[in-house]
């Protein structure tokens, strides 16, 4: 089979570093584009790391894009407690690979609009707060030709990370992730939520990341260092390749058992701002009697995952 068209957008801290990883070596991943958002780290920092992790991934010249430096309404909170300092473990170094001109949402709409040009279309997977693709879908719409589906790192149908019931990425900017799956909606976009239920199940453990460490490999050597960056931060023996199950489940998704629910997103200024509200209920009589009679998209929620599949899957890849 040709490989999957695949855009991605980043705050890259330490998973989203594993995910350019993996996606750069998968043979059934071609990757176009890679933009950038503030999130783990600051955008500026965010920029740098990506170009660093291409460069470890001996990635060709993909376009990289600067996007937006806040969330829409709120001030930045970066995760620095998880993903150190500079967003990346203290692994961080410096690149001459150059950024492209266009902001983020040109670069997107570039690409998306040339995939519609040949009859194409693209995944989108977002492993960030959801700023730029909300900004996107909004600005230029008919992009949505383009797109195959948007697969994003985000949210829970369970408990949160930033909050006892609200997800990083849909925290850090609540109101982009409304926007942007209200517009998926809108617009027919089949999306896909990889969110917490699923995350912490796909671990590596410290000797497995010793191999890789142990390799010439750069790549190898920085997933393998970031791993037990990882396993010391939370001082335990495994640690999550987390965002990167978004790019396993790309070209493996029968690892992953997804259900299709409503959800919307919390934007009150209480304790369960940046929820993912998953309506799992099944009576048609509570749906109806609903005083709030919203009408939130259809998203195929991820619910298990086959931790070990994507695991190996992952640790074959970059080994390769």
Not at 90 to 115: I, N
Not at 206 to 221: K, V
Request: proline fraction near 6%.
């Amino acid at each position: 089979m040709s490989p999957i068209p695949v855009i991605m957008d980043v705050d890259t801290g330490i998973d989203d570093a594993m995910s350019l990883l993996f996606a750069v070596r998968h043979p059934g991943i071609d990757l176009r584009a890679v933009t950038c958002v503030v999130g783990n780290t600051g955008v500026e920092q965010v920029a740098a790391n990506t170009r660093y992790v291409l460069d470890a991934a001996g990635a060709p010249d993909i376009p990289v894009a600067r996007g937006s430096a806040r969330p829409m309404l709120v001030p930045p909170a970066d995760a620095s407690h998880v993903h150190g300092v500079d967003g990346l473990g203290g692994f961080s170094r410096p690149s001459d690979r150059r950024m492209s001109r266009l902001s983020a949402v040109e670069l997107l709409r570039r690409e998306l609009m040339a995939a519609v040009g040949t009859g194409e279309k693209i995944t989108l997977v977002p492993s960030a707060p959801l700023t730029n693709i909300a900004l996107l879908l909004r600005t230029h719409p008919e992009v949505a030709a383009g797109i195959e589906r948007i697969l994003f790192m985000g949210g829970s149908a369970s408990v949160g990370n930033a909050t006892a019931t609200a997800e990083f990425n849909i925290w850090h900017d609540p109101e982009a992730a409304a926007v942007a799956l209200t517009a998926a909606g809108e617009l027919d976009i089949p999306v896909t939520m990889y969110g917490l239920d699923v995350f912490n199940d796909v671990v590596i453990s410290r000797s497995e990341a010793a191999r890789l460490r142990s390799r010439l490999d750069p790549a190898a050597q920085l997933a393998g260092s970031l791993i037990e960056f990882a396993c010391d931060t939370f001082d335990a023996d495994t640690a999550t390749i987390g965002d990167a199950g978004t790019v396993c489940a790309v070209v493996d998704p029968d690892g992953l058992r997804t259900e299709r629910f409503p959800v919307q997103v919390e934007l009150s200024r209480g304790l369960a701002r940046g929820q993912t509200v998953v309506d799992r209920r099944t009576w048609i009589g509570d749906l109806k009697a609903d005083p709030q009679q919203t009408r939130p998209t259809m998203v195929d929620v991820a619910l298990e995952v086959d931790g070990r599949r994507y695991a190996d899957l992952w640790l074959a890849t970059i080994s390769a």
